[in-house]
C-alpha cells in the first residue's frame, strides 16, 4: 500500500518560515518524480515545485527564491522549504509522486500565513 504522509503545516507570520516534510511508503521514491502543489480556497491545485528522480529541479515563478525542494531517499522523504512566506502562499498543500501512468497523493497539510 503506497502512503505519502505530509507535515509541517502550521499558522506563521508573513515573512516567516515553514519546513514541509512528505514521508513516503510502499514505493521505492528515489525513482520517481516527487513534487508538492498547494490549493487555496476557491483556487484550482497548482504546483509549487517538483524534483526528477535525477535530482533536477523546477518552481513555480510564485516561489523562485523563496522555496526549495528537496528529497533525502535515504529516508523515502521530500521536504519543501519555504522561507518568506506571504499570506498569498496560504492553502493545503499536497505531496505527489509520479512515475509514468502513476501517480500518488498525500492527504495534504495546512499552511495559513497572516499578515
Known amino acids: 500500500q503506497v502512503q505519502l504522509v505530509e507535515s509541517g503545516g502550521a499558522l506563521v507570520q508573513a515573512g516567516g518560515s515553514l519546513r514541509l516534510s512528505c514521508v513516503v511508503s510502499?514505493?521505492?521514491?528515489?525513482?520517481?518524480?516527487m513534487g508538492w502543489y498547494r490549493q487555496a480556497p476557491g483556487k484550482e491545485r497548482e504546483l509549487v515545485a517538483a524534483?526528477?528522480?535525477?535530482?533536477?529541479?523546477n518552481s513555480a515563478d510564485s516561489v523562485k527564491g523563496r522555496f526549495t525542494i528537496s528529497r533525502d531517499n535515504a529516508l523515502n522523504t521530500v521536504y519543501l522549504q519555504m522561507n518568506s512566506l506571504k499570506p498569498e502562499d496560504t492553502g493545503v498543500y499536497y505531496c505527489?509522486?509520479?512515475?509514468?501512468?502513476?501517480?500518488?497523493w498525500g492527504q495534504g497539510t495546512q499552511v495559513t500565513v497572516s499578515s
Open positions: 505527489n509522486a509520479n512515475r509514468g501512468r502513476a501517480y500518488y
Open positions: 524534483i526528477r528522480a535525477g535530482g533536477s529541479t
Open positions: 510502499g514505493i521505492i521514491s528515489r525513482v520517481y518524480a
